[in-house]
């Protein structure tokens, strides 16, 4: 079936492993200093659907694979943040504009007038969680909470190399959703568990990572876990892991026939192997459709049948659609490596999470399409390449948007010369503001929610897509999967790709990294004169913006015929493959802001002289790109 739409933005089998990833397998990378923590969850939580609160028992298995000895360890408690005075509050009403979600405009879109929605909870509306108790290896282990984070000083230092085991007894509630988790939300979704359960923070070579939680994203532990979840009876479950009593739970598990429960409730109980987070979400209406992929994961899907007629028919219209767009992510970056995926509505925006998504479900067929692409790519680039989401955001967003939209424009058979020109604009329009900021600002400090969400969504998908236009587009591609290859299940940082990158292309790019992630330089090149001599016809050319390029230039004569050149950039130390059409001309130094060069052919034969023909270069100006003889 073709399919137009947009190129917006935006369990369970019974498996004991990830295939071909055992739970302490570590794959092989370019740094052999590399070393990553590890963790094992097991949980029991019982979930009051009447009171939304929710207990549970948690035991972590902490395992350092650091150099260093540890005196602390910090969890996320997400839920806290959602309360009147937290972070995330204060956030909402000192940023100039909030994520609409997140507020009431009390006044009118050209006067607005933001209250913080966290700010109206009650008590009864609040998420929280509350540590009642916690040991260490059995012995008692102080503790503190302080805010989204819980600051644990242990009795005995973590040696390196070292296990220990934390038991902790916990109580929660589940907040009116506001963002992401949450219950009875717009969409009527009963509970989307996004961040629900106390998460150990990382630590890595740079040290701990206890971010409060205020706007953004995670950065989690790789570990294994053993959850179970007793809710009432009625209600569906989606979410990660892998289902361990298919025939005691039924609803559309079941592998045999199903020994029907006493009671007033089921537990689930779902092991998830070599994953970094656990997200589950609930309700007593959800349609629950399976769709086997030949050879690969079986997808499953959950929506509201409440839903009006047309709204339930385009989740039919997805799932072939999701269907190619993991074969199209297979092909050009790796094979998803676990036994299922599920998408699921969640009912607030779209929101990426170990084997499965959450996401708006009663949007246009286009819509719910583009987001489902959006939070699919995501099982590559952040749940199996797991970068850090609050350091570096541009490359689990920027990438994948980036093959998303690749993807988009294949499975819709679009075939755009350039399926990312919306993107260029955004950035170039973003890029000519007084509101960018560098790449490498902490998601939570950009000023303007508009800037991170260029930054990271679009600056990033273009750093891609003009690394391909740098390095040349079959280097690209084998970049990508190399990069698959060499870090998956791993904690990569954006050195790590360009390393990778320049071991497949033979160039030198440390620069592209540091001009495009570290600064807001630039681009900005010219074609500054054209004169002619005799039969000869020399081309001036001008670098106005601070941030170097390497240079396609396309000729259109007279006659209609074109001709093609390429100027390397000389600290690339090379030139990426180009047609035997090209003419190669000699590299132009960052230094000198102007580069000459001939012509053989008189200038009345010339019609025009353009650079970057296919628009793959971010020049901030355009309009001087391009000299029209006559």
Not at 353 to 367: D, K
Not at 500 to 524: C, F, R
Request: hydrophobic share 35%; net charge negative; with cysteine.
């Amino acid at each position: 079936m073709k399919i137009i739409f947009s190129l917006s933005l935006s369990f369970f089998l019974l498996m004991p492993l990830t295939k071909g990833h055992s739970q302490n397998e570590t794959p092989p990378s370019s740094n052999p200093h590399y070393w990553q923590q590890h963790v094992d969850y097991t949980m029991e939580i019982d979930m009051d659907v009447e009171t939304y609160k929710y207990t549970g028992t948690q035991k972590l298995v902490y395992t350092n694979n650091s150099p260093d000895v540890l005196n602390r360890v910090y969890y996320h408690l997400y839920p806290n943040a959602f309360q009147p005075d937290s972070e995330m509050d204060a956030r909402l009403k000192s940023i100039p504009d909030p994520d609409g979600r997140m507020v009431n405009n009390l006044g009118t879109r050209a006067e607005p007038n933001y209250e913080s929605r966290i700010s109206k909870l009650g008590p009864d509306e609040i998420g929280y969680i509350k540590v009642n108790s916690l040991t260490q290896d059995g012995k008692n282990v102080n503790h503190e909470t302080e805010g989204t984070i819980l600051i644990v000083t242990l009795n005995k230092p973590i040696q390196p190399g070292e296990k220990t085991t934390f038991d902790m007894v916990f109580d929660a509630q589940v907040p009116v959703q506001i963002r992401r988790s949450g219950r009875n939300n717009k969409e009527g979704v009963a509970l989307s568990m996004a961040q629900w359960y106390p998460k150990l923070a990382e630590y890595d070579d740079e040290g701990w990572h206890a971010h409060p939680y205020i706007a953004r994203e995670f950065y989690g532990v790789w570990g294994d876990f053993d959850v179970k979840i007793t809710i009432d009876k009625n209600y569906t479950i989606g979410g990660t892991g892998y289902l361990q009593n298919p025939n005691e739970i039924g609803h559309g598990y079941e592998t045999g026939t199903v020994k029907k429960q006493k009671g007033k409730t089921l537990t689930w109980h779902f092991k998830a192997p070599n994953v970094h987070d656990f997200t589950w979400a609930a309700d007593p209406e959800y349609i629950h459709d399976k769709v086997q992929i030949e050879n690969g994961p079986m997808l499953h899907f959950l929506y509201k049948k409440t839903m009006p007629a047309e709204k339930l028919e385009n989740w039919k219209i997805l799932q072939p659609v999701t269907e190619q767009l993991m074969d199209y992510f297979n092909t050009h970056i790796g094979d998803y490596p676990y036994d299922q995926y599920s998408v699921i509505q969640g009912g607030d925006g779209g929101m990426e999470y170990g084997m499965c998504t959450l996401i708006v479900g009663e949007g246009t067929i286009s819509g719910l399409i583009s987001v489902t692409a959006h939070e699919l790519a995501h099982s590559w680039f952040q749940f199996v390449l797991a970068s850090n989401e609050n350091k570096h955001s541009w490359v689990d967003e920027g990438f994948t948007s980036y093959i998303q939209d690749r993807a988009l424009d294949a499975i819709s058979e679009t075939n755009s010369d350039n399926p990312f020109a919306g993107s260029y604009r955004s950035y170039i329009a973003m890029a000519n503001s007084d509101r960018e900021q560098p790449l490498t600002t902490h998601a939570d400090r950009f000023a303007y929610n508009r800037a991170f969400s260029v930054a990271s969504y679009v600056k990033g998908a273009l750093f891609l897509s003009q690394l391909g236009y740098i390095m040349g587009e079959d280097n690209l591609n084998k970049t990508l999967k190399q990069y698959y290859k060499e870090w998956a299940f791993k904690h990569p940082k954006p050195m790590d790709f360009i390393r990778v990158a320049e071991k497949v292309s033979g160039l030198e790019l440390d620069w592209y990294l540091t001009d495009w992630a570290q600064t807001t330089n630039t681009i900005d090149y010219a074609i500054k004169n054209v004169e002619s001599e005799d039969h000869k016809t020399t081309v001036t050319l001008e670098r106005i913006g601070l941030m170097p390029m390497p240079l396609d230039l396309e000729i259109t004569y007279t006659d209609g015929s074109k001709s093609a050149y390429h100027i390397p950039l000389r600290m690339t130390r090379g030139a990426k493959p180009t047609p035997d059409s090209t003419t190669v001309l000699s590299n132009w130094a960052w230094a000198y802001p102007t580069y000459t060069f001939d012509i053989d052919k008189k200038k009345s034969a010339i019609a025009t002289i353009t650079i970057d023909p296919r628009g793959y270069m971010a020049d901030v100006n355009r309009e001087n790109n391009e000299f029209k003889v006559n």
